[in-house]
């Protein structure tokens, strides 16, 4: 018996579908039973010549067997729906963990194993919980039950049965470490493979534009075969306890019979303690049978559950311990300031982030610019505490944003960045994703003032027409524009736009921008701009380099002025 410490922790979140689905295994272990009793007299009848006793009890016995198929197809049904619950609870669980992880665990693991742990991982454990865990605590009673039976009857005959499924239980799981071992070696075979089967399609374009495909390919087959010879030496140490388990079970079953054969022999008992003994010897071992066949269905889970408590248990690198409630809202924006903040990435050598102080004035917009590497999107994920800094805070309106509830924080900001997600389904409804009640009106408005009520409606359903998972289907533009009108409709007070133009013409821009006007209003705006076209928007500037600032102040003082922020345009690393 295989019982895994953490995932019986995990259980006690789906305790009553398992209790339901071991009430369901016992009833049918009863019916076998009450089956072999009534057959085991039905066979001493007919050996003491009362043939119409023994269709009685053989009677008795249709009923059972009967009785038995509807109990097994009832059972099939309430383990499908407790199989099914569980996978539900336990993916919610986990999503709930992925949701409070957050990117920044996502971008040192790989997608393709998280994936994999989620749908596959969680698929294993189904087995495991309705099948396998139930089968246990119906192998513990019933052998325990009718051995102790088997006492009242026959002593040696008892310890004979004891002993074997004693065995049977024991010797098998003397291979269980190396089995394992080798199971955990195959799962973490098998989600290295998904995770680089899903970077491969994800980065098809890319692979065939440089001529890599092919490479990449064989690459992938060496994976595989290697996924393939992990999963055969599994097999084979498998099939090998199962061997084992076969043979002590006939072992066992052969050895009381032959036992009470001798007692017959003896005269120690009459014909049918021979036939009762053969049909309960039977009915013992069975659930161990039961239990080895189940162990075959949940084992996956067991390899999988490094992968899954990995999830659970890893930390998220910010704490939701803020209990405050965010009082500004669109049309009281609050003042933004970084004190003294100090960021460095886990593993960086240097400070993406270092020692910055920094006040983004309410209600005005300010903008962030630098070469590429400077730290502009990383301030701005700061604010999303996607991380903490290390040192310094982050204060909207003087409350360090460690004191608000992450919710409250997260509600208080629209955020557009350069690359847009966009689900695969409707166009109205990926608008809605930040504000689920958002009328039609005020979805078509936001789309207006996004410039993307035009192209939305040459699609061929318009707002209701289903987009392609990622938005494929849509030109980077177009997803932007999207973006835009998600993040006007959420209505927050604070507005970032990192790079949120950057797919749109320079013709696109402007119209945006110029729409983009009214939605500022009201808001604190932080932009990260390449473009010259954007900043010219801003009130304030600020140019940040290797981390820190360089240059800061109202737009209309630093334009023209000879500075970091001319020097920039001049080395187009900003483009007019
Ligand atoms: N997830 C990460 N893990 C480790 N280092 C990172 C991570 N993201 C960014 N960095 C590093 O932090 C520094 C600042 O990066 P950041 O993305 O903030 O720059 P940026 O100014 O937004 O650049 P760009 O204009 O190219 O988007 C860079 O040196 C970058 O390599």
């Known amino acids: ?167 049977v ?8 470490l190396k089995l394992m071992a080798t199971g955990k070696q195959r799962w973490q075979a098998y989600t290295d493979l998904s995770a680089d089967y899903l970077e491969a399609m994800q980065g098809i374009t890319t692979l065939r534009s440089f001529g890599a495909a092919e490479r990449r390919r064989d690459t992938l087959e060496e994976r595989s075969h290697t996924l393939y010879q992990d999963t055969m030496a599994e097999l084979k140490l498998s099939l090998t306890e199962s061997g084992m388990t076969a043979l002590l079970v006939q072992t066992g079953t052969s050895a009381a019979v032959v036992l009470a054969a001798v007692a017959v022999g003896r005269g120690e008992g009459g014909a049918s303690l021979m036939f009762l003994v053969l049909l309960i010897a039977f009915e013992c071992f069975r659930p161990v049978r039961d239990l080895g066949k189940a162990w075959h269905a949940g084992y996956l889970g067991i390899t999988a559950v490094d992968g899954i408590t990995a999830l659970l248990s890893a930390k998220p690198t910010v704490a939701d311990s803020g209990t405050s409630l965010a009082p500004w809202k669109a049309g009281t924006p609050p003042t933004i300031t970084f004190e003294d903040v100090q960021f460095s990435y886990p593993g960086a050598r240097t400070p993406a982030l270092q020692r910055l102080d920094l006040t983004i004035r309410a209600g005005r917009t300010t903008a962030i610019v630098g070469r590429s590497g400077a730290g502009k999107s990383t301030l701005v994920s700061l604010l999303g505490r996607t991380h903490d800094p290390d040192v310094g805070s982050i204060l909207f309106d003087g409350m360090d944003i460690r004191e608000l509830r992450i919710e409250e924080l997260r509600a208080s900001l629209a955020v557009v960045n350069q690359h847009t997600y966009l689900f695969n389904i409707s166009v109205r409804e990926n608008l809605r994703l930040g504000a689920v009640d958002a009328s039609e009106q005020q979805v078509e408005h936001a789309c207006r ?59 696109g821009e402007f119209e945006i921008v110029q729409a983009l006007k009214g939605v500022r209003e009201g808001r604190t705006c932080l932009m990260i701009a390449h ?24 737009a209309v003082d630093l334009r023209g002025r000879p500075g970091p922020l001319v020097d920039l345009l001049n080395s187009q690393e900003v483009r007019v």
């Open 169 to 176: 239980l024991t010797v098998p799981r003397l291979q269980d």
């Open 449 to 507: 003032m996004a410039q993307a009520d035009e192209f939305i409606r040459e699609l061929p359903q318009g707002y209701e027409t289903v987009l392609d998972e990622g938005g494929k289907s849509l030109s980077g533009g177009q997803r932007q524009r999207l973006a835009l009108a998600r993040a006007i409709l959420r209505n927050a007070p604070v507005l970032i736009l990192d790079e949120a133009t950057s797919h749109v013409d320079t013709a």
């Open 531 to 554: 473009r010259l076209s954007t900043i010219a928007e801003a009130d304030d500037i600020v140019v940040l380099d290797d981390g820190c600032i360089v240059q800061q102040g109202a």
């Open 1 to 167: 018996m295989m019982i895994h410490r953490r995932l019986l922790e995990l259980a006690g979140r789906v305790w009553w579908p398992m209790t339901v689905c071991v009430l369901m295994g016992l009833i049918v272990s009863g019916t076998y039973i009450a089956q072999a009793l009534l057959v085991a007299q039905a066979l001493t009848e007919l050996f003491e010549g009362s043939a119409d006793g023994a269709i009685r009890y053989l009677s008795f016995a249709l009923i059972f067997i009967v009785l038995r198929t509807g109990v097994i197809w009832v059972r099939e049904v309430v383990t499908t729906w407790a199989g099914g619950l569980i996978r539900a609870r336990l993916r919610d669980r986990l999503v709930a963990a992925l949701a409070d992880l957050g990117p920044a665990y996502l971008s040192h693991a790989r997608a393709g194993a998280a994936q994999a742990t989620l749908t596959d991982g969680v698929d294993g454990l189904d087995p495991y919980y309705s099948r396998y865990l139930p089968q246990v605590v119906v192998t513990v009673l019933v052998p325990t039950a009718l051995v102790a039976w088997m006492f009242t009857l026959n002593t040696t005959i008892a310890w004979v049965l004891l002993i074997c499924i004693v065995l």
